[in-house]
RNA sequence: GCGCCUGUAGCUCAGUCGGAUAGAGCAACGGCCUUCUAAGCCGUGGGCCCGGGGUUCGAAUCCCUGCAGGCGCGCCA
């Protein structure tokens, strides 16, 4: 019963189609329109679900109060107790020993796979994500496409897609030929392989102030490139180690997040697949020449051109998506290609996809740019890796960390793992920050806001989930019979509500690329359990009322472990 | 100027297909640890849901319009 077919919206309980099942006829209408219909009250006491009869007054010519009344005497399936009529609205109320039973016992049977579904049937999602820039310091404008491809990467498969993690590397233009010229004017000394991005940093700013003075410094840059571009050996090689250099310490990062990809290729991948693109567009007649420049006109799409070439020939960002669209779809013969770009880049995206479509790709609706707010400093001030006014994600995590260790310092100083515990809570803290709302938000940095511990926030998700693995290992290994019907009251009822609506929440996720969703349903859940746990004795009474009680703890650890490694956070045992 | 996005409590945000009394967290104040982890729980205060029209039995939600902020608008990425 539980696991009923049709269950398109999140937020629902089980039990939905039965109720519609046993009153659709009395109304004359589709099961799956009062499906639909189903709403929940705003609070349990109203009822655990309601049909609103206002719409059905006009076609049956009876008052919405007297329709309502008239439903809830239609015989009720076995898994609603009771029904009631309030106003306009017909309100049932679920079984709550059955509800019970099934949510734990399915839990306990699926254990972290619980909420888990086939829909991808093994088809590839590819996720561009994170797409770090070389030489350039990894800050916290890049933490939300790092933490939100990752959850993404991780929800897709946990659905039955296959999915590939592409780091799409800034490794092209110009501004390499800027390092390489700065390299050569003032690297002396400069140790390229355990300086870090920060000498590259320097460089790249110390280049900028001068060009201001010495134009030719300009001249020089683009001297460079052009030789990079030509495969010249000693440019190649320098900027080689500057890339590894990169790579070798966002690494370190990654590692920290517990991230992998299954490819880095970047911009410089694409260099020699673009001419076939450009073939193609000119051979289907959809280039133009314009001011010099070979464009993709999208004035019937009330969009500006699409810039495919340069007027000097050379190629732009929009050729290589568009070559690295292709690839993807050769090499992966992807079912989805998600781009993780903030939506500074929306009528970029918009542009080179209609070029795709225009050039009689069906699967450009497969494409789809999953699009995020702008990180900006809550003290006023944009992030600029020119001005030097970064933070760098690499400080905020250790901040984190070290701040976890202190609290645990003072809290549980018995634990003998704190340096592992506290960088699961710092940093589970900082990437849960980023993905506890919806995308569309800009986010305003603060320290302040990021190590905050309290509240809605992955630190209480762990605490939750510790306080759970402490009350089972206390429990220790009892195999009695649970009594569900101790779980009959409103603290429990509202922790099975909150977990009973989580594979629906999974799938939602996925389907609107939301990984906040995902967070507030483990909120939702562990702020039930917490009250529960206040009011209710977990180890107490009988074996058989504690069996049931020991399989809601168990159920919330689980769901909640479960869904943070969802998101990329780790839950330590104790904290 | 044009296009897109955002606007809900002091702050950060939820609010499902239009539904019942608009919800959380933080901050403030007041309570709760001899009992399973107090990184927790409970309570109090706090709202012109940006303004104005409209549609509807019913609007934070849909439509129109205005305002404010963000982003973007052919040869950067």
Redesign the pocket.
């Known amino acids: 019963m539980l696991h009923a077919k049709s269950r398109?919206?999140?937020?629902?309980l089980p039990f939905r189609a039965d109720i519609a099942v046993s009153i659709a006829p009395l109304l004359g209408v589709e099961t799956n329109q009062i499906?639909?219909?189903?709403?929940?009250?705003?609070?349990s006491?109203?009822?655990d679900?309601?049909?609103?009869c206002?719409?059905f007054?006009?076609i049956l010519r009876k008052s919405?109060v007297s329709i309502a009344q008239e439903l809830i005497k239609a015989p009720l399936p076995a898994c609603i107790s009771k029904a009631v009529a309030?106003?306009?609205?017909a309100?049932f109320f679920v079984d709550r020993v059955l509800l019970a039973k099934d949510v734990l016992t399915a839990i306990e049977n699926d254990g972290t796979s619980y909420g888990a579904k086939d829909i991808g049937r093994g088809r590839v999602v590819c996720i561009d994500y994170s797409s770090i820039?070389i030489a350039k310091p990894f800050h916290i404008g890049h933490l939300s496409s790092t933490a939100i491809g990752h959850a993404l990467y991780n929800l897709y498969n946990f659905m039955g897609y296959r999915s590939i993690g592409i780091n799409h590397l800034?490794d092209?233009?110009?501004?390499f030929g800027k390092l390489l010229a700065a390299y050569e004017l003032w690297g002396e000394g400069v140790d390229i392989e355990n300086g870090g991005v920060d000498i590259m940093v320097k460089l790249y700013v110390r280049f900028h102030e001068e060009a201001e003075k010495n134009p030719e410094l300009d001249d020089m840059a683009r001297r460079w490139f052009k030789r990079i571009e030509d495969g010249d050996e000693l440019a190649l090689s320098l900027f080689t180690r500057f890339k590894e250099a990169t790579i070798k310490e966002v690494m370190g990062i990654y590692d920290l997040l517990g991230i992998q990809f299954d490819s880095y290729a970047g911009?410089s991948f694409y260099n020699d697949k673009m001419q076939p693109v450009v073939d193609e567009l000119k051979a289907k007649g959809l280039l133009i020449l314009?001011?010099?420049?070979y464009?993709v006109d999208l004035s019937d799409e009330?969009m500006?051109?699409?810039?495919i070439?340069?007027?000097?020939g050379?190629?732009?960002?929009?050729t290589?998506d568009i070559a690295a669209a292709f690839y993807r779809k050769n090499t992966y013969d992807f079912a989805k290609c998600l781009y993780v770009v903030?939506?500074?880049?929306?009528?970029?995206f918009r542009q080179w996809f209609k070029v795709v479509e225009k050039m009689g790709y069906d699967w450009t609706k497969d494409l789809e740019h999953v699009n995020f707010?702008?990180v900006?400093l809550?003290d006023g001030g944009?992030l600029s890796t020119r001005r030097g006014n970064v933070v760098k994600l690499q400080d905020v995590l250790d901040s984190a960390v070290a701040q976890?260790r202190d609290?645990?310092e003072?809290?549980?100083p018995d634990l003998d793992n704190k340096d592992e515990?506290?960088k699961q809570?710092g940093i589970g803290?900082v990437v849960f920050g980023v993905l506890?709302?919806?995308r569309?938000?800009?986010?305003?940095f603060s320290f302040e806001?990021a190590l905050?511990?309290?509240?809605?926030?992955a630190?209480?998700l762990?605490?939750?989930h510790?306080?759970c693995?402490?009350?089972l290992?206390?429990?220790g290994n009892k195999a009695a019979e649970p009594a569900y019907g101790v779980l009959d009251n409103e603290f429990a009822f509202a922790v099975l509500r909150a977990l009973s609506k989580y594979p629906d929440t999974l799938e939602?996720a996925m389907g609107k690329n939301e990984p906040?969703?995902i967070a507030?349903n483990l909120?939702e859940i562990?702020?039930a359990y917490?009250?529960y746990?206040?009011?209710?004795?977990?180890?107490?009474g009988d074996e058989a009322n504690t069996a049931a009680r020991l399989g809601l703890t168990h159920a919330v650890g689980t769901v909640i472990k479960g869904g943070l490694s969802l998101l990329g956070i780790a839950a330590?045992?104790?904290?």
């Open positions: 398109r919206e999140a937020n629902t499906e639909q219909m189903l709403e929940i009250p705003p609070n006491e109203l009822g679900f309601a049909l609103p206002f719409t007054a006009k919405p309030t106003g306009g609205y309100n820039n800034g092209w233009g110009t501004q911009e314009s001011d010099g420049a464009i009330d500006p051109p699409c810039v070439l340069r007027s000097d050379a190629t732009l960002y929009a290589r903030a939506y500074q880049q929306n009528l970029h707010g702008m900006s809550a944009t976890a609290i645990m003072e809290k549980s515990v506290a809570v803290a506890y709302n919806a569309i938000k800009d986010i305003a806001r905050s511990f309290d509240g809605e926030t630190p209480y762990q605490y939750t510790a306080r693995q402490s009350v290992k206390k429990a939602n906040y969703l507030r909120i562990a702020q917490n009250r746990y206040y009011e209710v004795r977990i180890l107490d330590p045992d104790r904290m």
